[in-house]
């Protein structure tokens, strides 16, 4: 069972940058795909990118194409979301999340998730 912990979050002003970090514990890191989703106030969770369990694929919502990158570190258990360019509809809560995976596909949807982090807070400045 996979344990997550998002850090990075903070206060940030329009056109800035910022790195979350999700590290996971438990069983093999490698074997997980993981992606990253959103809550901003008074809307629903969004996906907002993942990656392979072998990192060689990665997949981003329209609205973080071009500025957000995710990548991942298996010897460290961690994966990361770089965040570039950040623009005040970006602000909610960034959860981190997992899926014990037989194969190297991507996950685009909440369901296909097991394990969630608690989340951390991104506030973007206009």
């Known amino acids: 069972q996979a344990q997550l912990e998002e850090s990075g979050g903070g206060l940030v002003q329009a056109g800035g940058s910022l790195r979350l970090s999700c590290a996971a514990s438990?069983?093999?890191?490698?074997?997980?795909?993981m992606g990253w989703f959103r809550r901003a106030p008074g809307k629903d969770r969004e996906f907002v990118a993942t990656i392979n369990r072998g990192g060689g694929m990665t997949y981003y919502a329209n609205s973080v194409k071009g500025r957000f990158t995710i990548s991942r570190d298996n010897a460290k258990k961690t994966v990361y979301l770089q965040m570039n360019s950040l623009e005040p509809e970006d602000t909610a809560v960034y959860y981190c999340?997992?899926?014990?995976?037989?194969?190297?596909?991507?996950?685009?949807?909440?369901?296909?998730?097991?394990?969630w982090g608690q989340g951390t807070q991104v506030t973007v400045s206009s």
């Open positions: 438990g069983r093999t890191f490698s074997s997980y795909a």
């Open positions: 999340a997992a899926d014990y995976a037989v194969d190297y596909g991507l996950r685009l949807t909440a369901g296909q998730y097991d394990y």
